[in-house]
Structures are given as C-alpha cells and as structure tokens.
C-alpha cells in the first residue's frame, strides 16, 4: 500500500489515548445492554472523511459510514455489487461502465453517478488524499447520466474492481460537501451512505453510530442496536471492562491473554483471518543497511520462529517473504530467509559493517519493547552494536518517512486478496510509499510490479509475483518476522460479527441473541 502523505496505518504506530481501569480478578455477570453494542479497541477516530486517513481507527470507522461501488461477502470473500448493481467491461479492459441501483443518502437525497464521480475524484486527485495509490489507473470518472458511472484506465488493470472496494472508497454527498464546506460535512454528524449514520462523536473516547434508515440493503442492518466504537489504549484495561461484562467486543487481544479468554465461558475468543505481515524495516538509504551484505546478515541473524513463539505464544506463522501470507499469489514453499548466525557473523564481516551502531526504533507498547530488545539480542550476537531508541508514534512515522532511522519493526496489512497493493506498499521504488520508508529500490521489481498489474493470465500473474518474492526476499528488502491473526474477543450474545482480514466490521450483519 502507499501514500502520498506518508500517515499510513497498516501499523500499530501510534500512542493512543483511554481510560485506565483495575483489573478485574474475577468475571462479573454481564451488564449488557440489549440495544447497544460497544466494541473496544487501541484504534483511534481521527476523522470521518474516507479520504483523509489511513489509520486503522478510521478504516474500520469509514466502512460503517460509508458504501461503496461493490461490497466483498464477509463469508465467501467474493466481490457482490454494492451501491452498483451491475457493471459492464470494455473488452480492451480501459472502461468500466456501473449502473448504479436507487440508493438514498442518511438525509433521504438519492445517491446520484455526480456524487459517485465526485468522491472518486477527491480520492485520486485531492492534495489532501490520504491514499490515492488504489485509483492510480484511473484516467477519468464521468457521469453518463444520473445512474451511470463511467471509469476509464490509462491501461487494463487487472485489480482494478477489489481496489473499487477498498476503505476509502466510500461515496460521500456531493451537494453536502459543497454546501457545508470539507471541514464542516465531516466534522461531527456527515451525511452517510453506508449501514450506520453517526449519532454522537468524542474525539479520543468513542464514537457512537445508529441505523442509517435510509440504507440501500433493505433488512441490514439486522439489528437496531445502537453501536458504540470505543477507544482505550490500555490491553489490561480493555480486557478488565471485558470481564466485568462492560463490552461486547476487544479488538487486539494480547497474545497473552488468549489462552484466558478461550476458557472463558460467555466468551468467543477468535483468531480470524487476516493479511497482517510483522516485520523489520531497514533503512536503505545509510549505512551500514545500504549495503547487501550488511543487510543479508542482519536478515540471517533472526530467528523468526522463536521470535513468532515467543511473542506470539506461537498463534502466528514465521513469514517466508516479504508478502502477507495470505495474499493471492504467496509464495508459500519459498524457503524464506535462513537462520544462520554463523554466516551472519561472515557476511557482516565481509561487508565491513561490523561494530556499527544501529538506531532501532520503538514505541511504548510491550509488543514492540519485546520485539526490538530481541532484535538488539540477535543483532549483538553478529557483531552489530543496536540502540534502541524509544519514541512516541508520530516521531516513529516522523523518522521512518525521512530515513532518519537505521530499524524499526512495525506491521501492515493489505486491503485486498491481490498482491497490486502490497508490492506498491512494501517493495516498490516508484510508487509512492518508498517501499514502506525503507526506501528499497530495484528497477527490475518495479517494472515487475507494473507487469503484474496488465496480465491477464493468472498463471502468468502468480509466476510475476512469486519473482516478486524472491528477489526483495533475497535482497532484504524488509526482513519477515510473522503472519498474524487478528486476535478478537465477542460476546457470545452477538451473532454474525467478525473483523474481516480488510479491517471490516461486519456490523450490519450483526443480531444480539438472549
């Protein structure tokens, strides 16, 4: 994934505010409230404009508020039309024709193509767009007539629908926006098209939805509950409110506390699918990781499955290379990197790299503590000399975008079952994102990327992608820790609620039992 502001979130980055509570001993007999349901996570609320932010708050906030061309079945994962009924493609593969079905704003005004062209536009195009890398293809978006979309691409580009689906491609209300101004339509209460419409903002506590009466799925969402999205920074006190029967749901369960929560009798402790890689970015633009040899070294001398053990309480999977594990085209028999901290020990010798300082970068929380004082560990063992170097989440994306770094182990996830995004994201030079500000650079892998994104075949496609794999692999371009889930603890009064591996809610799916 990129952007073009460098504020991204497929990373856990950021020092979030919440209440701290005492840790419950003992479960208490629930107090849930039958027409509210509070979902308690670490994620922050920043905004409720799609465009303005990649943040892992604000994606699963933006898919309650807002609907999008096409929607992805939580269960099959296959894409369904969404505010588009059908669609139609040019058989050279440039135009993509959407007939758009009667759907209704939250203000009961319809949901018209100039509304659809309108919030397109802002995403590819707006100075102020927080990810406009998925629309990158897009040569024009134009109103036919009232209930026609058309999209033409600068070439065929083979994920173009699953990048029509993603976060931020929710439809906002023209005329809303223009009468209120940008700044107002989304400061408090926006005009939604999606399941839920807003009833109450905090910023920094939660954020509180209700029902969007006027929501294109007729029936959805199943329950009339009001939604609470609540934000507590504290993984103790997240899980005390748990037990006490405060909440419904805890989003980022320490790996800790899962063994717990699965012997907890109202509990549904789940380790859902996810594309979420953890792994350690490496500054390519200084020494001593500008050199091959330093960084094959440094790659060499961790032990990814200890470290997936250890940390995870090995509910994760060592990583192999340097995609998410469950992206179409993984590589999963390439060997990965090898643990070898014999050859390490040579290699850093060799690239005369030896003794030097490396700043590794961490933030607060436990799992980054652990993950960078195991990293020093390994690090030493060869022969390097790492500092950690502890900053607060917004230093953290401050260094890494400027290379003001040597290491920092972080995390990301992509949006989508195709690999387009994550390469662009993570090891490509030229699309934006630096390579996830590790600034890697092969102009092989770039032109490998674009390849990837005109071929047809899928055959062909898997072969472009495992090459993908095997060269930023070989060359470090990251070093791949794990493959995680995503750790979420429901209650078991909730039916048909699930995290999906795109950071999704499927809210609206959602029944409260007795």
Not at 55 to 69: D, F, H, K, P, V
Not at 89 to 102: A, C, E, N, Q, V
Not at 107 to 113: Q, Y
Not at 308 to 322: C, D, F, K, L, Q
Request: a negative charge; proline letters at 6%.
């Amino acid at each position: 994934m990129n952007s073009s502001s460098g504020s991204r979130t497929r990373a856990a980055g950021a020092v979030l505010h919440g209440t701290a509570l005492a840790m419950g001993l003992f479960w208490a007999a629930p107090a849930f409230a039958d027409d509210v349901i509070r979902i308690v996570s670490p994620y922050q609320t920043t905004t409720l404009d799609p465009m303005r932010s990649a943040a892992a708050g604000n994606i699963e906030t933006y898919g309650q508020l807002y609907s999008r061309l096409l929607r992805r079945n939580s269960e099959t994962g296959a894409l369904e039309p969404g505010l588009a009924e059908k669609w139609e493609i040019s058989p050279d593969g440039k135009t993509y024709t959407f007939h758009l079905r009667d759907g209704q704003f939250s203000d009961g005004s319809p949901i018209t193509a100039g509304d659809v062209a309108f919030s397109l536009d802002r995403i590819r195009s707006d100075k102020k767009s927080a990810y406009p890398a998925p629309l990158g293809s897009v040569e024009s978006v134009t109103a036919a007539d009232a209930k026609t979309v058309v999209i033409t691409l600068k070439s065929a580009f083979a994920p173009f629908l699953g990048n029509a689906e993603i976060w931020n491609m929710g439809i906002v209300s023209k005329a809303d926006v223009e009468k209120r101004g940008e700044e107002s339509a989304f400061a408090t209460v926006p005009v939604t098209s999606g399941p839920y419409e807003v009833k109450q903002w905090k910023p920094n506590e939660k954020l509180v939805l209700e029902p969007n009466p006027h929501y294109w799925r007729k029936g959805y969402p199943k329950s009339d509950a009001t939604v609470e999205l609540i934000e507590i920074a504290s993984p103790e006190t997240r899980i005390a409110m748990l037990k006490a029967g405060e909440i419904d749901v805890v989003r980022a369960v320490p790996w800790a506390q899962i063994d717990e929560l699965k012997a907890a009798e109202a509990v549904d402790m789940r380790l859902e699918p996810s594309t979420t890689i953890y792994m350690i970015l490496l500054n390519h633009k200084r020494e001593p990781f500008s050199n091959l040899k330093a960084r094959q070294a440094a790659g060499m001398a961790i032990d990814n499955k200890a470290m997936a053990a250890a940390i995870t309480r090995g509910y994760a999977e060592p990583a192999n290379t340097t995609l998410p594990g469950s992206v179409d085209f993984h590589d999963k028999d390439y060997p990965g990197i090898p643990h070898e901290p014999a050859k390490a020990k040579e290699l850093l010798a060799e690239s005369g790299m030896a003794g030097r300082e490396v700043k590794i970068l961490a933030t607060a929380d436990a799992p980054s503590q652990q993950t960078a004082l195991l990293i020093q560990a390994q690090w030493q063992a060869i022969g390097l000399k790492p500092v950690i170097v502890n900053v607060d989440g917004g230093a953290w994306w401050d260094a890494t975008g400027k290379g003001d770094y040597d290491a920092a182990a972080n995390w990301w996830y992509n949006e989508t079952p195709d690999p387009d995004l994550a390469v662009r994201w993570a090891v490509c030079g030229s699309c934006g994102s630096n390579s996830y500000n590790t600034f890697y650079a092969n102009p092989k892998v770039d032109a490998l990327v674009e390849q990837g994104t005109k071929e047809a075949d899928q055959a062909k496609r898997a072969e472009i992608y495992k090459e993908i794999q095997k060269i930023t692999t070989e060359e470090v371009a990251q070093i791949p820790l794990y493959y995680a889930p995503n750790a979420v603890a429901y209650s078991k009064r909730l039916q048909g609620l699930e995290l999906t591996p795109s950071l999704q809610w499927t809210l609206e799916e959602t029944s409260i039992g007795q």
